[in-house]
């Protein structure tokens, strides 16, 4: 049951056939690639937290659920440049600051050149969101290994080396919060995804090891797992599909983005959270519990 489940999840979140994934949004102008307002009514010592992959999706609900908590946002984005300025924009309307940076997290230097933009725009980074990701799915016999490579330096390297120059900066300050998108799909596999479950699955080890680590530095590393989320993609299904998909999930239902950034909203800056490290919250109407 679990494997259908899984299996339905892997067809409908992510297989390239469907269109589901590579959806690029690109702005037609280009500007430098980190972009901020002149006017910020934001506190001083407001939260500065940085989202990967905010510009669309899960990271852009996250982005904007941080901001119109009252923080200073960096929205990162690799390629939807148009839409990430949105996000700025929008987080600025609701009452936080937001800048957008430009950078590859499937690479070292680019990460590393993030984070000393961030830290020149804001002085500082308090909150890690992990959650940039793509999927190229495929079944094992013929998956190639820029499908196995591309996905695993993303989605698991990116946050190792993400959570590293974290690490660099929230250290000094003993003090800090990493919160790491994983999936359900790292918790019980998915055919024709080993390389997107590997990746996922190697967060969830990666929330354990770094949360043990920097924990002496007062930094705690918490991971979301979110099952069948709504997004833009999703709305492209035929409501056919999406009613099948919504019949093997216990609440009966897809969830929301907003119902994943409120999880991240809590573990990022509620103060009930400061005990909360190593841990792993699925937000997925109950799909992981199986029958
Ligand atoms: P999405 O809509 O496809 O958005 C992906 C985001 O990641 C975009 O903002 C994209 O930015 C960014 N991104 C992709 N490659 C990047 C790179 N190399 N460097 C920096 N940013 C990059 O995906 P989503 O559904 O919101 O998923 C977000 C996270 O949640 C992923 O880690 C995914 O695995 C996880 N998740 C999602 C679901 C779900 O049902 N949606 C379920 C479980 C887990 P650009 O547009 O600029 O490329």
């Known amino acids: 049951m679990v494997a259908t489940i899984s299996f339905w999840i892997c067809l409908l979140v992510s297989s390239p056939a469907s269109g589901f994934t590579g959806i690029s949004l690109r702005s037609p102008f280009r500007r430098a690639a980190v972009s901020s307002s002149a006017i910020s009514m934001v506190a001083d010592d407001a939260k500065v937290c940085l989202v990967t992959g905010a510009s669309r999706g899960l990271g852009r609900s996250i982005a904007l659920e941080l901001g119109k908590s009252g923080c200073k946002v960096v929205v990162n984005y690799a390629a939807s440049e148009g839409p990430a300025l949105q996000v700025v924009e929008e987080i600025k309307k609701a009452g936080g600051d937001a800048i957008a940076i430009k950078a590859n997290c499937g690479d070292p230097s680019e990460i590393n050149a993030m984070f000393d933009k961030a830290v020149e725009a804001f002085g500082t980074v308090d909150v890690l969101v992990n959650n940039a990701g793509i999927t190229k799915d495929g079944l094992v016999a013929r998956m190639k290994p820029e499908q196995w490579q591309s996905v695993i330096d993303i989605n698991l390297s990116g946050v190792f080396y993400c959570s590293q120059s974290f690490f660099k900066v929230a250290s000094k300050k003993r003090t800090g919060r990493i919160i790491n998108i994983s999936s359900v799909v790292g918790q019980f596999g998915n055919p024709g995804q080993a390389n997107y479950a590997a990746a996922k699955g190697g967060v969830l080890g990666l929330t354990m090891s770094n949360a043990k680590e ?12 979110p099952g069948f989320i709504e997004s833009d993609m999703t709305g492209e299904l035929s409501p056919e599909y999406l009613a099948k998909m919504a019949e093997v999930i216990p609440l009966k239902r897809l969830g929301k983005p907003e119902e994943v950034s409120g999880m991240c909203r809590f573990l990022a800056l509620d103060p009930a959270a400061d005990y909360i490290t ?14």
């Open 214 to 225: 920097f924990a002496t530095r007062g930094i705690t590393v918490n991971a979301i797992c």
């Open 278 to 291: 190593g841990h792993f919250f699925n937000v997925d109407g109950g799909i992981a519990m199986g029958c």
